[in-house]
């Protein structure tokens, strides 16, 4: 296969024209390293391209470009339509030339209306005109039949299916990108993971609006981690790695197996996978049934004084579990059997769960898990201020001693127990709020991506404190989407796709080629 260019000429949809969309030597840096180096991307008029690349491969950067919020380095160059763009964008621009965004978070307002949803744009800019609700509804109407969707304009988007607000998002992008567009071959549509939420049946119809879309004159920029959707929908494919350009290539002439390839760098071995003795003595907790908004009737075990890793592709579920387990998320059925108990999850809630020696460490560090605008101390010993008690107050005293004791055992630099959460870097917070979970006496300690936004060196504390909590006892399930984070640290990993377990790595299967491999379907199995 060669590493060229791969427009094929019997593509039906695919014309040999000016390109809508080109990026040539598109470069950014942050901090000194490359995020994207000599970055070059054609989108041909009237066909859908994918965007593909595992996690940090650049594709988050170059749209954010694209949209205006990151600027480019010099020299990177980008053309709409044939016509040279200056760089950089300022935020919104992107709009003024025929391109539009439908990202993960689909950006409706539930407590609106559809068709105010759809209009929001002509009412913001448009004042020079009287904009009648009835008028705005015939044309929300109008678009919505247009593209086949059956919709009420009247119902409140918050009132919808989640695939009916994926189909919403993508008519009104359309809509408004029509406004301003110079002539049919110019509308560009960017859709960033759009279906990693969608059930089967949301795809389907999702797809069926693309194509409708395609045929309507408006290119698609589609990114997506799911080979098989890629596979279906696109014409050609451009793949990144570390920032580079490592294939691109027609659709038609390529495999998965070339796909994943390219996305890893090399082929990836394939192993048989065996399922792990569920039938230890040693079993700490044990999930059955459990289901969610993804997630099917979902079983597994994690064993005391295990690291068990889970994890998967966007919209595969697994970053619903420690939320479900814990309380902190509506759940559809499932039990846990901990400590000798059987608890079921719909009546589970974070207080039962901490009761019964549960811990969940959440992925938002600044809203779910700790308190910027607090003390080292407070953020610290809030969850065992009862040992603090003296009469009808807590000893301050016996707080910041034990917290000081607390600083050297996690290396907190500055160890300051009264210095403000917020005031530290991001390592020595992910510290603090490890150490203030694991004072708790946890007999599972959930985290979810427990090094996110956190450097180098406090990477590695991160881990010795989760190691060093292992061989006390603790058993620690750990939800990333970090494959080389998961190999080095987890003694098993179980890989999700569609809601449900598919995969597991253990032994010398545990290695990041071997995981991407399973997250990406080459070899999963279910188990």
Known sequence: MSDGEGLSSDLSRVAPITPVL?????????SGQ????????????GEV????????SGKSTLIKVLAGFHQADAGSELFVGGRRIHLPLAPGEFLQMGISFVHQDLGLVPSMTVSDNLNVYDVATRNDLILKNKNLQLTAR?????????????????????????????ARAVHQ??????????????LDEPTAFLPLEGKRQLFELIRAVVKDGTSVLFVSHDLDEVMEITDRVTVLRDGVVTLRAS????????????????????????????????????VSGLSGVTLKDTRFDVHRGEVLGITGL????????????????????????????????????????????LALLPADRQVLSGVATLSIVDNATVLTLPKYRRGIGLSRKRMVADVVRLGERLD??????????????????????????????PTVLIVHEPTQGVDVGARQQVYELIDEATKRGVSVLCASADLEQLAQICDRVLVFTRGQITGEAKGSSLNKDHLLSLCYGMDAQSI
């Open 22 to 30: 080109e990026f040539q030597h598109l470069s950014k840096t942050f």
């Open 34 to 45: 490359k995020a994207l180096s000599d970055v070059s991307l054609k989108v041909a008029s």
């Open 49 to 56: 391209h994918g965007l593909l690349g595992h996690n940090g």
């Open 142 to 170: 109008k678009l919505l039949e247009g593209y086949g969707l059956k919709i009420n304009p009247l119902t409140k988007v918050s009132e919808l299916s989640q695939t009916e607000r994926a189909l919403l998002a993508i």
């Open 177 to 190: 990108q029509r406004n301003v567009r110079l002539n049919r071959e110019t509308g560009l549509l960017v």
């Open 251 to 286: 659709t038609q002439d390529l495999t998965k197996v070339d796909l994943v390839e390219a996305i890893a760098g090399r082929r990836l071995e394939t192993a048989v996978i065996h399922p792990s003795d569920n039938s230890r003595p040693d079993t700490a907790l044990t």
């Open 314 to 357: 966007m919209g595969s579920g697994f970053d619903e579990v420690p939320y479900l387990l814990f309380g902190a998320g509506e759940s559809r059925g499932g039990e846990i059997s901990l400590n000798g108990e059987t608890l079921s999850l719909a009546t589970m809630s974070p207080s039962v769960a901490m009761k019964h020696g």
């Open 412 to 441: 907190l630099r500055p160890n300051a127990p009264e210095r403000l959460l917020g005031l530290l870097s991001g390592g020595n917070q992910q510290k603090v709020l490890v150490g203030k979970w694991l004072q708790t006496d």
